[in-house]
Every structure is written in structure tokens, then in C-alpha cells.
């Protein structure tokens, strides 16, 4: 069996030579959508995810749910582990999509997107938790403050929330940009 070329690739997701390319957007929520503006955050992001799970096919389920502080798809399937890609890249391109469709479609910029395919970001944040506990450990036995590598915010705030109420230790984000990284150091006592 022959492999399937680039155009006939492209031909299958509705793309041929000398067409602009589609609006990810409008092939994701489909162009019902696109006429209703303001609906629901939930009801977007839904809308949204189906389409995405839709176009990538196969097997993949989907469960969108608002937890409070954020919006969270979780997608599943045989095939739903190697949707993260490389150190959960996808994911994240998937995510900042998901906040820009909500931002316009309903009218919400301040909403949290989380989106999840096989498991991959729990496992990703209990590794960085164990990871925040040994390196509790080490820098409470030590005494001296420890950096970690250069972080995306979400990894950073996993090591922040898992070390929060640790009475030995404490976390500090610094740096800049791709650069910015967490410092776990030892808790000083504040004396009154």
C-alpha cells in the first residue's frame, strides 16, 4: 500500500494547491457558530473541542467540564496520548486556540483553558509534585536554595501549589520570558 502524499493530505482536510488555507477556527466550530457571537463559555468551548476531536478522528472521546476556575476538556481514546506531541506542545497550541475562540465568541478573555488527552498533563503534574518534594527535601536537609530548569507558567504553578504549605520550604518564580524559572529555598522564620 502506497503512502499518502502532502497533497493528499491536504486534499483530504478540504486544502488544494492555490487555496488559502482554512480559518482553524471556523473549522473547528463549524460556521453556525460563527453567527452567534456571546454564548456561553462552556457552551463555546464545547462547541469548539467537538470540533477539533471531530477533525482529528478515530476513535478519540471527549468530556468538557467547568471546574470553578477553569474550563477543562479531557480527550480520550487509544490515540488520545500521542495527541500532546512533543512535551505536550499540541496541548498547548490547542489551548491557546480554545482562549482565543472564547475571547471572541464569548466576549471572555479572563477564562482559564485546560485541555488534557490521555492522561498526559496528570502525569506530567504528579512527576513535577514528586519532583517538588524531593527537591523540599534536599534544600530543607541543605539549607541552600535550589533552581530548577526554565518552566511554562502551569508547570511553575504546580511546583508553587505542591509546595505551598510546606513548613521548611518556600518558592519564588524569577526570571524573564522563556527564561523564567522557580527557586525553592528554605523557609526563613519571620520573628515579631
Known amino acids: 500500500m502506497d503512502k499518502p502524499n502532502l497533497d493528499d493530505y491536504l486534499a483530504n482536510l478540504g486544502i488544494s494547491e492555490g487555496d488559502e488555507a482554512p480559518n482553524v477556527v471556523e473549522v473547528a466550530l463549524g460556521s453556525a457558530a460563527l453567527v452567534a457571537e456571546h454564548q456561553a463559555p462552556l457552551a463555546v468551548f464545547e462547541q469548539f473541542m467537538s470540533g477539533v476531536v471531530e477533525h482529528l478522528g478515530g476513535d478519540l472521546t471527549l468530556s468538557v467540564r467547568d471546574v470553578?476556575?477553569?474550563?477543562?476538556?479531557?480527550?480520550?481514546?487509544?490515540?488520545?496520548?500521542?495527541?500532546?506531541?512533543?512535551?505536550?506542545?499540541?496541548?498547548?497550541?490547542?489551548?491557546?486556540?480554545?482562549?482565543?475562540?472564547?475571547?471572541?465568541?464569548?466576549?471572555?478573555?479572563d477564562v482559564r483553558v485546560r485541555v488534557d488527552a490521555g492522561g498526559f498533563k496528570r502525569r506530567q503534574a504528579d512527576n513535577l509534585a514528586k519532583l517538588a518534594e524531593r527537591m523540599a527535601v534536599q534544600v530543607a536537609k541543605s539549607g541552600e536554595p535550589h533552581e530548577l530548569q526554565p518552566m511554562s507558567p502551569a508547570e511553575r504553578r504546580v511546583i508553587h501549589v505542591a509546595l505551598k504549605d510546606h513548613s521548611l520550604v518556600t518558592t519564588e518564580s524569577v526570571g524573564e520570558g522563556a527564561g523564567r524559572h522557580l527557586v525553592i529555598k528554605p523557609r526563613t522564620e519571620m520573628t515579631e
Open 68 to 109: 470553578g476556575d477553569a474550563l477543562e476538556a479531557e480527550i480520550g481514546g487509544e490515540r488520545a496520548s500521542k495527541l500532546a506531541g512533543r512535551d505536550g506542545r499540541i496541548l498547548g497550541a490547542i489551548e491557546v486556540l480554545a482562549y482565543a475562540v472564547l475571547a471572541k465568541h464569548a466576549g471572555r478573555s
